[in-house]
């Protein structure tokens, strides 16, 4: 077994970042090899994303790239994992390319899948087959083993920093959104599971915590005694020493816990004040249409409790344009909230119709593709405007960042580059920030003075590394 070698490619959220660590963790423990070359590997897997038409496309291409591959390499596995292996499932074995197909319920049997198509060199697939329904014991149970085993070895995608699963699934059913289908009902995880998985990350030096769920401010634990929310596991994790940092996403606006959940951010330093919050859009009759269960003025209610409760507090959100039916009074109502929410930050969608889902199944497609590329455009001309006066407050002020390692483009003009390393850091509220420094402090979490900002960016001097 030693001799196989995995490459793994991965698409889409953060939920599937880490199944890939989780992943690649239990392969290197059940004996396999990684490597970054696809020309090297044995086995390639790509681990995949349903949520827009775009991200499958790029999937099916690599497929038809790999089948190509596989002429002169006939003896190469290729295995689809996550959400487009559980919505297409037989569809997808039925790839020239493909060998194995399994969900995000079943990586805990990846190795297997792997040993039996090279033995048997047979086709595998592993998917649940009614997946609205909730997981039998031993699933739920297999997954658990399967996180606790893997999360403390995985491979960090971010120095010192490690994402950590607090929810599978979710119930919430927007219109349209896959998710739903592909990851089954809700399940929230023993408070203790995940409190012990983060004391292991943190004896191993991480500092920063990222809590994730698809909803995951309607986390729930019934633990017989008491039940657990979100707000407690984050005073929980607040109480873990070498622990720094804690986020958390994504959240539905809802008014469940929502008061606990601000109160531990505002009475604890470590929780970062940060608030992805996505409102989709700002026209009630299409938040209606979306299965939203709020309106555009309500969830501004909800914001300005926010920042009453955590004054420092940033905001992000996700919206799509585009849906169904989306007139130009509806976007520019969608504009309007945009322009009020003050948003640090916002990522815009076009609206594409998935397969299954009620909006795909009930309402026409209708907004013209031109029209969703101008709305988008729009839309986010309007976040940078806002974006970059809220950055321009930064200006001349020191903060504290966590540095991510090396800056990938380099941001720094000229006469502003010194010619050290430049790095690139985030700040607690998930700000982008691009320094100078002599040491390589990746990792680490440093002091820096902000000299110039841009909508995007911060850019900034190193006042003091911290540790
Ligand atoms: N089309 C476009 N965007 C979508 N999203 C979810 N489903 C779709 C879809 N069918 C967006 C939402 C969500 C983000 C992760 O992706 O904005 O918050
Ligand atoms: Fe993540 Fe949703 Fe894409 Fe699955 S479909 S990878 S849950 S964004």
Redesign the pocket.
Known sequence: MNAIKVHIKS???Q??KLDTNLVSASLTQAGFTLTESVKDANVVLIN????REH?EQRVISHLGHLKHIKQTMPDLIVGVI??MAQRLGRELLEHQAVNIVCGPAQIPQISALIAEAIENNKKELAVTDNIRRPAPHQDTDALEKFESACAVTQKQSIPAQAFVRIMRGCNKFCTYC??PY??GPEVSRPPQAIIDQIKKLADAGTKQVTLLG?AVNSYQYNAGDKTYSLADILAKTAQIDGIEWIKFVTNYPSEKYFDEILKVMADSPKVCPYLHIPAQSGSDRILKAMNRQYTADWYLGLLERARQIVPQIAVAADFIVGFPGETDEDFNATVELVEKARYRNCFVFKYSPRPGTASEKKLEDTVPAETKQARNTRLLQVQEKISEDLNRDFLGKTVRVLVEGPSKKPHLNAAENDGNPQLAARTATDQIVVFNAQQNLTGRFAKVKITKTAPLTLFAQLTEPLE
């Open positions: 698409f889409g959220c939920m599937n995949t994303c349903s949520v991200a996550g959400c896959i998710v592909v990851r698809q």
